[in-house]
């Protein structure tokens, strides 16, 4: 309780903002003079390449931040990036930046933790992603595997994660893709109410992803999937380096027992509700056997069975019932919504599986 009182005594904006402006200080002596000279000739523009190299101290930090140290890092010193402007000639600038920014990051977490910022109470520590197209399940111990600032608790957490190829528009683009994130209490009789959690990588919140905002789930002994089938997709080149942390949001013990999610019917009609917490997936992952389309249409619509004429298994054929980035005017959004006459004919799905498909086609219904 004495944390509140000093919460209230100094107000973490104002707290916060100190603590921002000692990371800015840092900055200034560490990475902001290396980047805005020698990457200036192309990085002082955003937001595609990233404005990190901007004259501009603020707007370079927060490109910085964005990228992440690791990825501006390994860049500076690739021969193969820029040369002559990238390779090993950088290596004592970056290394001596490195050491200045390094020691601020961590001065910066534990400001920001004093701060009484309950934000950071709750943390993992951050941990190497390794991810490759293999499925790797990260998991954490909260009694020891702790960011700075979180009061140790007997949970366990673990996610999923691989490196997955996706189409965007003509482009293809790289990211890793989590499924499966579980929790349990380590301690019998105990209870912890959870939420939502947010993933963090190099330091940095990924506010993209969405899908785990809001689970609001009782967690005991017995290990619960706070998100069974779900793939929540973060677009962002996989790097060697990058380290990922989890942030969970109302993380306590409680004495309520857990209530699994109940299946909330959208409304009747073209009405098409707020796309919450679905994940992206693209075209193959939802045709694919565990994906919302596989598991409930293609028995009908295939290439061999193909109802109204309608082969979902194909992607150019699929789009044909589409109107990309209008999921409320997709004839398969408006029958999956249909309550008279849905898709599939035994009944409307549960609106997390609606939502992923409306999220597919309003993310410009990326094929792969
Ligand atoms: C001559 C132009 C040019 C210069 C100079 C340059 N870059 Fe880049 N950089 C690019 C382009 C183009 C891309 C995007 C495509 C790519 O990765 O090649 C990029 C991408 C990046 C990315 C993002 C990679 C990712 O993982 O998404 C980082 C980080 C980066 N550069 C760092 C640097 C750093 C640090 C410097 C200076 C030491 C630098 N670059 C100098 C042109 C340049
Ligand atoms: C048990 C078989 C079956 C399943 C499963 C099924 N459908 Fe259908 N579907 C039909 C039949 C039969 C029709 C034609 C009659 C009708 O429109 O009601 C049809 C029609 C449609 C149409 C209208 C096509 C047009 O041109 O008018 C759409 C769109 C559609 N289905 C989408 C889906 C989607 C999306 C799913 C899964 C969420 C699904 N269907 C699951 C049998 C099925």
Redesign the pocket.
Known sequence: MAKKSMLLATPSLVQGSVCEAQLLQAYSASFFP??SN??????VVGP???A??SPDINTSLASFRE?GAA??????VNPN??PP??GSQ?QPDIDAADAVWTAASSTYLTCLANSGDSELQMKTAEKAMEATAAVKILSWDLNSETAVGTQPQPVRFSIEVKVASVKVGTEMMSGYVFTNPKISVSQSGRKFAIDGFSIWVNGQLQEEITTYKNLKRVANIDEINLMPDTNTLLM??P?TEDKIAIEFAGLQETNENDKPPEVIAPPAGGATPPINNAPLQTFRQLVAATGVIGKNCIACHNGTRTEAGLNLTNYTAAKGAVVVNKSADSLIVKRMLNSGNPMPPSGRLPSLDVDTVRKWIDSGAPEL
């Open positions: 290396v980047v020698k990457c200036k000739a192309c990085h595609g390449l990233g990190f190299a990228l990825r501006i890092k390994a860049n500076a990036h820029k402007y990238t950088n962002r080149t790097m």
